[in-house]
T-cell receptor, first 119, second 110 residues
Framework: EAGVTQFPSHSVIEKGQTVTLRCDPI?????LYWYRRVMGKEIKFLLH????????ESGMPNNRFLAERTGGTYSTLKVQPAELEDSGVYFC?????????????????FGAGSRLTVL | AQRVTQPEKLLSVFKGAPVELKCNYS??????LFWYVQYSRQRLQLLLR?????SIKGFTADLNKGETSFHLKKPFAQEEDSAMYYC????????????WGLGTSLAVNP
C-alpha cells in the first residue's frame, strides 16, 4: 500500500512569492489533515478535510493560506504571498473513516512533510 | 486551555536503563492520548494510543486522569529507541485534530 505522499520535499522561496504544497493521501482515506511545525514550537493543526469538504479549518493562520481537496482525493495547500514566519515543515496525514472502536480507524498516517523556507 | 506538556526536550540514557518520557495534559472533556515517534530520516508514526492498552516495542503508557498524565515507559532502553517522541491528544469524537507536545528527543547511549 502506498503511503501518504507529499510534494515538494523542500521548497525555498522569497518573501512575497507563492508556493503550493501537495498531498496525496492513502487511497480510500476520507480524512485528510494538514499540520505545521515551526522551528522551536509544537506541531499545530491547520485543517481537516472529510472527502472534499473542509470539516475544520480553525487552525489556518490567515487568509494567505488556501487549502483545497479536489474530488476528495489529493489536497493542495497554497501560501500566497509567503511571509518569513510561514517557514516550517508542513505535514499531511490521512485516516480512514470509522469509529474509534474500529481497528485502524482514526489512526493518522503521516507523509514525510514538506519543508518550506521563506527568505 | 487545551495543552500537552512534555517537560524534557532531551533525555539521555544508557542502553539497558529504564526510560520514562513525561507527558501531562490539560483538556476539558474526554481526550484520547497518543504517543507518536519519529526516527531519524523517517516519518512520524503512531507508537501507542491509550485506548489500545498495548505494549509496542516494549513501551507502555498508562493514562492517569487524576494526574492528567500519559507518561511513556520502557524498562530497558535499546539504542534503536533513539528518536523524537511526541505526546498528543485529540477529542474522543470523530475529529482527529491533534494537539501536540513539543516533543522529547531520546538518546540511548551504548
Amino acid at each position: 500500500e502506498a503511503g501518504v505522499t507529499q510534494f515538494p520535499s523542500h521548497s525555498v522561496i522569497e518573501k512575497g512569492q507563492t508556493v503550493t504544497l501537495r498531498c496525496d493521501p492513502i487511497s480510500g482515506h476520507d480524512n485528510l489533515y494538514w499540520y505545521r511545525r515551526v522551528m522551536g514550537k509544537e506541531i499545530k493543526f491547520l485543517l481537516h478535510f472529510v472527502k472534499e469538504s473542509k470539516q475544520d479549518e480553525s487552525g489556518m493562520p490567515n487568509n494567505r493560506f488556501l487549502a483545497e481537496r479536489t474530488g476528495g482525493t489529493y489536497s493542495t495547500l497554497k501560501v500566497q504571498p509567503a511571509e518569513l514566519e510561514d517557514s516550517g515543515v508542513y505535514f499531511c496525514a490521512s485516516s480512514q473513516a470509522g469509529t474509534v472502536l474500529l481497528s485502524g480507524a482514526n489512526v493518522l498516517t503521516f507523509g514525510a512533510g514538506s519543508r518550506l523556507t521563506v527568505l | 486551555a487545551q495543552r500537552v506538556t512534555q517537560p524534557e526536550k532531551l533525555l539521555s540514557v544508557f542502553k539497558g536503563a529504564p526510560v520514562e518520557l513525561k507527558c501531562n495534559y490539560s483538556y476539558s472533556g474526554s481526550p484520547e492520548l497518543f504517543w507518536y515517534v519519529q526516527y531519524s530520516r523517517q516519518r512520524l508514526q503512531l507508537l501507542l494510543r491509550h485506548i489500545s492498552r498495548e505494549s509496542i516495542k516494549g513501551f507502555t503508557a498508562d493514562l492517569n486522569k487524576g494526574e492528567t498524565s500519559f507518561h511513556l515507559k520502557k524498562p530497558f532502553a535499546q539504542e534503536e529507541d533513539s528518536a523524537m517522541y511526541y505526546c498528543a491528544l485529540s477529542n474522543a469524537g470523530n475529529n482527529r485534530k491533534l494537539i501536540w507536545g513539543l516533543g522529547t528527543s531520546l538518546a540511548v547511549n551504548p
